[in-house]
């Protein structure tokens, strides 16, 4: 298994510029999540899945935009990078079901917008 | 609110047991303790969770006092590869993502 994979891993965008952060897990979990770290800071909850086609929003919604069309991908879309989510991106995924709580992470997606 | 209180840094010396505290005074009845860690520059790693009684598994123990107003991680012989940033949560398991709110942990540091 490879768990929760995350592309790319290094990413350099100029202001105003859109992209997809690439999230998939082979763990057949129910719940997917995406947090931003910025530096100094606890991670921060930007969206989250119950499971296909349902999606929620955390704590850091704004400039994000998120799907989830299979259970195994969740994509996060920066709609109009700005500097202000120049940050380390990680996706979690775990069971549900009482085990919600077990969360696996990816290794992260760093963020820089010029 | 944060839920969880954690001393910022803690130090400790290869081979010896770490005992990472947490305080948790508002925990509720139906709230688990989890406990994550964040080597540098990783996404974080599930460590252990638990309710009320005493939980072990590979990594660590997890020691919950009866009151449940506070908890310790114990890593048992620590290696310097558990140098890591140690986050003590509080939550149901009824949530998931919705529900773990990462706070800024304790920097554990182990020295040769």
């Known amino acids: 298994n490879a768990g929760v994979t995350q592309t790319p891993k290094f990413q350099v965008l100029k202001t105003g510029q859109s992209m997809t952060l690439q999230c998939a897990q082979d763990?057949?979990?129910?719940?997917m999540s995406w947090y931003r770290q910025d530096p100094g800071m606890g991670l921060r909850l930007i969206h989250y899945?119950?499971?296909?086609?349902?999606?929620d929003q955390g704590e850091v919604p704004n400039g994000y935009n998120v799907s989830r069309s299979t259970t195994e991908d969740f994509p996060l879309r920066l709609l109009s990078a700005a500097p202000s989510q120049t940050s380390v991106y990680f996706c979690?995924?775990?069971?549900?079901?009482?085990?919600?709580?077990?969360?696996?992470f990816g290794e992260g997606s760093r963020l820089t917008v010029l | 609110d944060a839920k969880t209180t954690q001393p910022p840094s803690m130090d400790c010396a290869e081979g010896r047991a770490a005992n990472l505290p947490c305080n948790h005074s508002?925990?509720?009845?139906?709230?688990?303790v989890y406990w994550y860690r964040q080597i540098h520059s990783q996404g974080p790693q599930y460590i252990i969770h638990?309710?009320?009684n005493n939980e072990t598994n590979e990594m660590a123990s997890l020691i919950i006092t009866e009151d449940r107003k506070s908890s310790t991680l114990i890593l048992p012989h620590a290696t310097l590869r558990d140098t890591a940033v140690y986050y003590c949560?509080?939550?149901?398991?009824?949530?998931?993502?919705?529900?773990?709110?990462f706070g800024k942990g304790t920097k554990l540091t182990v020295n040769p």
């Open positions: 979690a995924s775990s069971l549900g079901s009482g085990r919600a709580g077990e969360l696996f």
């Open positions: 763990m057949n979990h129910e719940y």
């Open positions: 899945s119950v499971g296909a086609g349902i999606t």
């Open positions: 508002t925990i509720s009845g139906n709230e688990y």
């Open positions: 638990g309710l009320k």
């Open positions: 949560i509080v939550s149901s398991t009824q949530g998931g993502s919705e529900k773990l709110v």
